[in-house]
């Protein structure tokens, strides 16, 4: 399971962090452009493995409706690439 904890007025603004039973946790802070509200989403992370690993773009966005709406994920620049990646339910 990777955790997106989102918020545009911490520094920095998108933590992300990996969860796996067998292997263990791991955290990393990623500098970005962030606008909206703040949100926490997960996914599967072989889905977002799934939608990143085709790509050899220089900068792509993670586009996010909410904590149980799907994320979308683009190529900043290119309208030809699309994916759509659902979330995971996790406890408050």
Partial sequence: ???FQVDPA????????ANAAEVGDN???V?????GQPTTIAF???FVADALQS???AEISLELGGPLAPGVVK????DSYLH??????IPA
Avoid: Q, Y
């Fill in 75 to 78: 190529i900043v620049g290119d």
């Fill in 44 to 46: 599967n992370s072989r």
């Fill in 10 to 17: 911490s520094d920095p603004p998108l933590v992300i962090t």
């Fill in 27 to 29: 955290t990393g802070r």
């Fill in 55 to 57: 790509l050899s773009a």
């Fill in 84 to 89: 759509v990646v659902m979330p995971l339910r």
């Fill in 31 to 35: 500098d970005a452009t962030v606008e």
């Fill in 1 to 3: 399971m990777l955790r």
